[in-house]
């Protein structure tokens, strides 16, 4: 049952008109090749008939004649959240295809998307991870058109195409636009692009027209105007975002900035799900006494830089509970990789908040106060751990969290896990911010070849509950060529922009922005990260590899690791499942199953774009499906039908 393409949609007639009046019906012809006849999908050898409306933020077209599947909600399970729950788990408990049969995986179909919008980038493309609800696939692509899929055949029931204008102004000049997924919230589905948010009933693809401003919400640029008049775009500021939002009690959460475009400071921000009204915001790096947390990093950043950086590139995780929202937040700038030769040189101090996670009430998005470090001497937590200290390594907190129970000295502790671009591990109580194990300060070269420059002399390391450093990937560069071995540097020795070195991790990580997973059945932690030494400030060293590795939740102990042997090896993300078995791509294209408690290779299947983002798993009417973004194109499997 497999649909081959719909790369000609052929639209001879198209006729347009304001949703808000009357549709004009258009015909669109499209050639399909399926594996199984007996089974219609997509658009199939007749005409199907395409209603195209437009409103100011974006045109929708829909596939009048193609239908979601009849579903039986007994035997069908949603992914509705970008990580699957607010806990980012990406734990589906199901167990059809399993250890036994994952073997026999086959593919159901592949769909190409249907909107090119150059400048096409495939690597933007594949960053999606699909959701899925009712029997339809949501998936968007760069810079943030939406797709409504039929989940079962893969046929088109309607997209979503931002106005190109937004599009030129604003995503284009970030130079990035990649968009990480939607989410879905009470019949109405999410998706980013630029630094907006739009709104769009998820059976008609037509945008809430009560959301914002006919469907898109400002809510970053009306942040930005009344602090910088001037801005007319977020991008003027260096505000874009990338995260797939998240989704909670009738708020949407979004985060904003990007760290090498000198945004002052990452914005994270609760907007009302219905209206978009903003409920609160937090600047990750306070700009003056007016911003929140000011008298606590302040004084953290001492010199003539601009206070710069600490963007939020993936999801929070958000307990309930507790009411506490958990993020990432990225490097502080500038930074000599970007032709800033100062490194850390005017921004002298710990430049917090970045490098690290922050704890917000997410009914206010107040810095949760007895939460985490102390910063200002005050004895009294100021609701972050950072990570690394005053950053030269653009080793930043581009992973999200994942909040986990471990059983430690015979006691429940509500633990979070994250883990950094430096290639280190760190697990928390989630309810104090303080370690699990042991997160011990030790000395680090200090020997700054930056003029002016004055590096932390310490960083923090964590270790496990047996006394193991917890580190994902190799600290110590291998496999150099001779005529480079004298630029290899040890861990966390100063950058040098006169000579070069040769660290690792390098700046891909280290762990990037790939979810991890957990599995309550196997009692570990699933982490995919990078093994891609950095010839700074020039380009690879080396091919890049990318390892998996395992880790026992309750002591922290590495279980097992496995390394991908790809070339274009790089950090995807995984999907654990009660059939003990772990999902995860790697960029080259080969999506693998590995056996969970095990880490051997069951199966694996090469798609021909670049995986650059995690599969999703999801039952509908009692068969289990595996789906994965490989370039523009989503590839979907299952066991065979019997």
Known sequence: MRVKGFASVLISTVLIASLGGPLVEAQNKGTVELENQSVRAGLGEEATRVTVGRTTVGTVTRYDENVPPKVDAATSTNWLLHNLDLANSRYVDMDQINTTNVKSLVRVWEVPQMIPNPPLRENNNAQCAPIVVDGIMYVTDYPGNVFALNAETGAPLWTFRINDQITLDEVHQG?????????????????????????????????????GTMGRCNAVLDILKAKYPEVTKPIDKGFWSSMAPQYYEGMVILGAGASERLCPGGLILALDAKTGRLIWHFNTIPQGPEDQGWEIAGPTWVGTGPRAGGSIWETPAIDPDLGLLYAAIANPMPFGRFGDGSYGANRHGLNLFTCGILALEVATGRPKQGWGADYNGDGIGDGFFQQVHHDVWDWDSAHQPILFEAQVAGRTVKALAEANKNGLLYFLNRETGKPVFSIEEYAVPTMAVVPGDSLWPTQPFPFSASGRLMNTVPLV????????????????????????????????????????SRSPRTGLLYFNGIDAPTAFPATNARAPRAYVTAWDMNTGDLVWQRRLESSAAGSVGLTATAGDVVFVGENSGLLHAFDARTGEELWNFSTPGMLKAPPTVFMLNDRQYVSVKSGTTVFTFALPVQ
């Open 175 to 211: 130079g990035t636009g990649a968009t990480r997924g939607v989410v879905y919230g009470d019949g109405i589905i999410y998706a980013v692009a630029a630094a907006s948010l739009f709104a769009l009933d998820a059976k008609t693809g037509k945008p809430i027209e009560s959301f």
């Open 477 to 516: 560069a291998t496999d150099i060529p001779a005529s480079s071995q004298h630029l290899v540097t040890s861990f966390y020795a100063p950058p040098n922009p006169t000579t070069g070195v040769i660290r690792i991790p390098g700046v891909r990580g280290g762990n990037n922005a790939a979810p991890p």
